[in-house]
């Protein structure tokens, strides 16, 4: 699964194109941080659901490449669409 790279803003004539590609090294920075406290969780409640919500979240991320979500009003309109 590949997590999506560019997200492209169109709100009435306008274009923005924001790289969410320059985001994944950060993310990489804070994903050990996020499983240490996950881990920390489930041993200190005996639960290990907190560790699939890590891999459910990165899925989730990873769907949204291909979504368009296209709304048309009365002079403007809102495209937001995720490569």
């Known amino acids: 699964m590949i997590p999506p ?8 004539k306008r274009r923005i ?4 590609f320059l985001l ?4 990489i920075l804070l994903a050990p941080i996020a499983i240490i406290v996950c ?8 639960q290990a659901r907190c560790l699939t ?5 990165y899925a989730m ?7 368009e ?9 809102v495209l937001i669409s995720i490569k």
Do not use: H, M
């Not at 994944?24 to 993310?27: H, M, S």
């Not at 919500?53 to 979240?57: D, E, I, N, W």
């Open 24 to 27: 994944w090294p950060l993310a």
């Open 39 to 46: 881990i920390t969780f489930a041993i200190c409640t005996r």
């Open 17 to 20: 194109v924001i790289p969410l």
């Open 53 to 57: 919500l890590v891999q459910k979240l």
């Open 69 to 77: 979500v296209d709304v048309n009003g009365k002079g403007n309109g």
């Open 61 to 67: 991320i990873c769907a949204l490449r291909g979504l």
């Open 5 to 12: 790279s560019l997200l492209l803003l169109k709100i009435g």
